[in-house]
């Protein structure tokens, strides 16, 4: 088993920004506010339920020995090699934290209505890079989106009172019908990829080299020079876009981690011991 010591990034206990230590499970308590209702993850991360489900058969089984944060990230690994997406190697040791915060995560987690320069900064200040940023949208190749995220490119781009000029015709025609201009549409959910809504591929790219990318902010990675090059060639390369994609994600499991005696080893996923 690869073990993560070696791999421990510089995350200061003191700091509000944690890292990939599992506080987005915890549920809320009387001395903070958990990330789980957070604005970007409030009906929208979900899950939850396989990953208490997991940790209770692993504690029967081997108790106190494996961590919420190691479930969930296997987890993810598995979910994207059962749609057809690449596999990559997770190492593992990390401890789970002792907090959560929900107003760091309404503040640090991108937004689909950020310029893309506010996303990559968010990215660049964890250890991440403008690449990493171009790859890891790409897991938008599948999953929904709630209509609220993306309205206003269909009826009020950047206040315009006008559609977001770059949109397909046909594609707009489709999520106005979808997702009308009232509130209650907007938690109507539409795909983020409809060429290939169940399946892990590199067909996001393709939906924005022809501009049919349903976020703001995905469709904006084809309109910046210094983003648009590596989008054309992901589109065209599925083996390149595999390959980065699990380079990204190897990177993205090891950010801000707890080993050693920090942290802990919850015994339930939603609370610490």
């Known amino acids: 088993m690869v073990k993560l010591e070696t791999l421990q990034s510089d995350w200061d206990p003191v700091r509000k920004e944690?890292?990939?230590?599992?506080?987005?499970l915890l549920d809320d308590t009387i001395?903070?506010?958990?990330?789980?209702?957070?604005?970007?993850?409030?009906?929208?991360?979900?899950?939850y339920?396989?990953?208490?489900?997991?940790?209770?058969?692993?504690?029967r089984a081997c108790p106190s020995t494996v961590s919420c944060v190691d479930i969930l990230t296997l987890a993810a690994r598995e979910a994207v090699v059962m749609v057809g997406g690449p596999y990559w190697p997770v190492a593992l040791g990390r401890?789970?934290?002792?907090?959560?915060?929900?107003?760091?995560?309404?503040?640090?987690?991108?937004?689909?209505?950020?310029?893309?320069?506010?996303?990559?900064?968010?990215?660049?200040?964890?250890?991440?890079?403008?690449?990493?940023?171009?790859?890891?949208?790409?897991a938008h190749t599948i999953g929904y989106a709630?209509?609220?995220?993306?309205?206003?490119?269909?009826f009020d781009f950047k206040g315009s009172g006008k559609p977001d000029p770059t949109l397909d015709v046909s594609a707009l025609t489709n999520l106005q019908g979808l997702c009308p201009n009232t509130d209650s549409s907007n938690t109507i959910l539409a795909p983020l990829d409809t060429l290939s809504v169940y399946k892990f591929?590199?067909?996001?790219?393709?939906?924005?080299?022809?501009?049919?990318?349903?976020?703001?902010?995905?469709?904006?990675?084809?309109?910046d020079p210094r983003t648009s090059a590596m989008v054309?060639?992901?589109?065209?390369n599925p083996y390149l876009f595999s390959n980065d994609f699990a380079a990204s994600m190897m990177k993205l499991g090891s950010l801000g981690i707890l080993t050693g005696d920090k942290g802990q080893i919850r015994k339930k996923c939603g609370s610490m011991n």
């Open 18 to 24: 944690k890292g990939c230590d599992a506080s987005i």
């Open 95 to 138: 401890r789970d934290g002792l907090t959560a915060s929900q107003q760091a995560a309404n503040e640090q987690l991108p937004s689909p209505f950020e310029p893309l320069d506010n996303i990559t900064a968010k990215f660049t200040s964890r250890g991440l890079d403008l690449k990493d940023v171009v790859v890891l949208s790409g």
């Open 232 to 236: 054309t060639s992901y589109s065209t």
């Open 49 to 59: 339920e396989v990953i208490d489900n997991i940790k209770a058969d692993v504690e």
């Open 31 to 47: 001395d903070f506010q958990g990330e789980k209702n957070a604005l970007p993850n409030r009906n929208s991360a979900r899950g």
């Open 201 to 223: 591929d590199n067909l996001y790219y393709t939906n924005l080299v022809n501009n049919v990318g349903l976020l703001e902010s995905d469709q904006a990675l084809m309109a």
């Open 146 to 154: 709630q209509c609220f995220t993306f309205k206003r490119r269909l």
